[in-house]
């Protein structure tokens, strides 16, 4: 009889399951059929069509092969004219890998990096995975916790305070995932000043810049000496709604660039050819898609913020991505507390803040990557679940 707990990783059977999939795997149950839920982060639009028809034309081809490791030719020009006409930034085609997904593209930049002991400078509360890869690569996650109070900004002391002569990697994960907090140009030039001097590399983790409210984005890449040390990640789930085709890609400097895309050779080979092709159109006729759903996220983004004020519940306005990290502290219920009770008493689910890293207590994250009828419906629940307690008090 084998001894699983002598044979499997300690390092990997310490990791905690993602929070964001506890919840948006309960739902899939027979059991929570009537539950509204505002938990994941996938646009409600279905792909544009012209991408789609893209995607089948390519099969219809017969276009079924491999792509070259780091991505069809083709698609990494298009890459590389997309991050020019959309944010100013400028890499060749050969510095481009597409992956698989956003996600794999921040396990190549981390992995890439990463040896044990390196720290990992981490503003939370932020998406997932930044933490585990790291600590599977033996590194050190150094965990900066952002302030409501700060519009959950990494700020130029939290980052001096948390920089050691060990800092390999800072992420800077915005616009963010779940806060919905951005960094302007003057902030990030703030940032920049402190890190110059140094080895540091930057994880840039860019996958929300196409939808920012009332500004456009700024990549710390476009600023003076960052554009050599920083690994930018960016994809097409969120801004042409191509979740399911699991698309991402990465750009940096060669030096970089090369090691990255040997661990993607060995690790995943290349990305599917279909999707590729199908981000192609995207990335060539797509630019007004964009703008449709970003106005669309800018109305429901507006409605549920003024939605959760009437109610009674304090949020951030969030100025990028397409979620809001409302304030739960004055109910006197921890972050799990309040979003499982929700489900429970009114069949909504939201996702405690927790999930997000600690310094999420006392917040949950909503997405409003959702039509406004649906919204409407939690925003209703959420009211009747926050009156009851009220009258508990």
Same mark, same amino acid.
């Given at each position: 009889?084998?001894?699983?707990?002598?044979?499997?990783?300690?390092?990997?059977?310490?990791?905690?399951?993602?929070?964001?999939?506890?919840?948006?795997?309960?739902?899939?149950?027979?059991?929570?059929?009537?539950?509204?839920?505002?938990?994941?982060?996938?646009?409600?639009?279905?792909?544009?069509?012209?991408?789609?028809?893209?995607?089948?034309?390519?099969?219809?081809?017969?276009?079924?092969?491999?792509?070259?490791?780091?991505?069809?030719?083709?698609?990494? @020009?298009?890459?590389?004219?997309?991050?020019?006409?959309?944010?100013?930034?400028?890499?060749?085609?050969?510095?481009?890998?597409?992956?698989?997904?956003?996600?794999?593209?921040?396990?190549?930049?981390?992995?890439?990096?990463?040896?044990?002991?390196?720290?990992? $400078?981490?503003?939370?509360?932020?998406?997932?995975?930044?933490?585990?890869?790291?600590?599977?690569?033996?590194?050190? #996650?150094?965990?900066?916790?952002?302030?409501? %109070?700060?519009?959950?900004?990494?700020?130029?002391?939290?980052?001096?305070?948390?920089?050691?002569?060990?800092?390999?990697? @800072?992420?800077?994960?915005?616009?963010?995932?779940?806060?919905?907090?951005?960094?302007? *140009?003057?902030?990030?030039?703030?940032?920049?000043?402190?890190?110059?001097?140094?080895?540091?590399?930057? =994880?840039?983790?860019?996958?929300?810049?196409?939808?920012?409210?009332?500004?456009?984005?700024?990549?710390?890449?476009?600023?003076?000496?960052?554009?050599?040390?920083?690994?930018?990640?960016?994809?097409?789930?969120?801004?042409?709604?191509?979740?399911?085709?699991?698309?991402?890609? =990465?750009?940096?400097?060669?030096? $970089?660039?090369?090691?990255? =895309?040997?661990?993607?050779?060995?690790?995943?080979?290349?990305?599917?050819?279909?999707?590729?092709?199908?981000?192609?159109?995207?990335?060539?006729?797509?630019?007004?898609? $964009?703008?449709?759903?970003?106005?669309?996220?800018?109305?429901?983004?507006?409605?549920?913020?003024?939605? =959760?004020?009437?109610?009674?519940?304090?949020?951030? %306005? #969030?100025?990028?991505?397409?979620?809001?990290?409302?304030?739960?502290?004055?109910?006197?219920?921890?972050?799990?507390?309040?979003?499982?009770?929700?489900?429970?008493?009114?069949?909504?689910?939201?996702? #405690?803040?927790?999930?997000?890293?600690?310094?999420?207590?006392?917040?949950?994250?909503?997405?409003?990557?959702?039509?406004?009828?649906?919204?409407?419906?939690?925003?209703?629940?959420?009211? *009747?679940?926050?009156?009851?307690?009220?009258?508990?008090?």
């Amino acid at each position: 009889m084998i001894d699983y707990s002598s044979v499997l990783s300690k390092t990997v059977v310490d990791l905690k399951k993602s929070g964001i999939r506890k919840f948006f795997d309960l739902l899939n149950d027979e059991s929570m059929k009537d539950v509204v839920g505002l938990t994941v982060g996938q646009p409600d639009f279905v792909t544009p069509w012209h991408i789609r028809e893209a995607g089948i034309e390519s099969l219809q081809k017969g276009k079924t092969y491999y792509s070259p490791n780091a991505g069809f030719t083709e698609l990494q @020009l298009e890459i590389s004219r997309y991050l020019e006409r959309r944010f100013s930034l400028r890499y060749k085609p050969s510095q481009t890998i597409v992956t698989v997904g956003g996600s794999e593209a921040i396990d190549l930049a981390i992995r890439a990096v990463i040896e044990a002991g390196d720290e990992v $400078i981490i503003p939370t509360p932020s998406f997932v995975c930044y933490e585990p890869i790291v600590r599977m690569m033996g590194g050190v #996650p150094v965990i900066v916790e952002t302030k409501f %109070e700060e519009k959950f900004k990494l700020t130029p002391k939290a980052l001096k305070a948390a920089m050691t002569p060990r800092t390999k990697m @800072l992420v800077l994960p915005f616009p963010n995932n779940p806060t919905g907090a951005i960094l302007t *140009k003057s902030e990030l030039e703030e940032l920049a000043a402190l890190v110059r001097d140094t080895n540091i590399v930057i =994880l840039a983790d860019e996958i929300y810049a196409e939808m920012t409210y009332g500004q456009n984005h700024t990549s710390i890449a476009t600023l003076d000496g960052m554009w050599e040390r920083t690994i930018l990640v960016n994809g097409f789930s969120k801004a042409y709604a191509m979740t399911g085709w699991r698309l991402g890609f =990465l750009a940096a400097p060669d030096p $970089i660039t090369e090691q990255m =895309l040997k661990i993607h050779q060995y690790a995943i080979m290349c990305a599917p050819t279909t999707s590729q092709l199908a981000a192609v159109e995207a990335l060539r006729n797509g630019d007004e898609d $964009i703008q449709m759903m970003v106005e669309e996220y800018n109305r429901r983004r507006r409605y549920i913020y003024e939605g =959760l004020k009437k109610i009674g519940i304090d949020s951030f %306005e #969030p100025e990028g991505a397409f979620y809001i990290f409302p304030d739960l502290r004055k109910f006197g219920l921890s972050s799990d507390e309040f979003c499982n009770r929700l489900l429970y008493e009114q069949r909504c689910a939201i996702v #405690p803040g927790t999930a997000f890293g600690q310094g999420g207590e006392g917040f949950a994250r909503i997405s409003y990557a959702y039509s406004v009828k649906h919204i409407t419906e939690a925003l209703s629940r959420i009211e *009747k679940f926050v009156k009851t307690l009220q009258q508990e008090a």
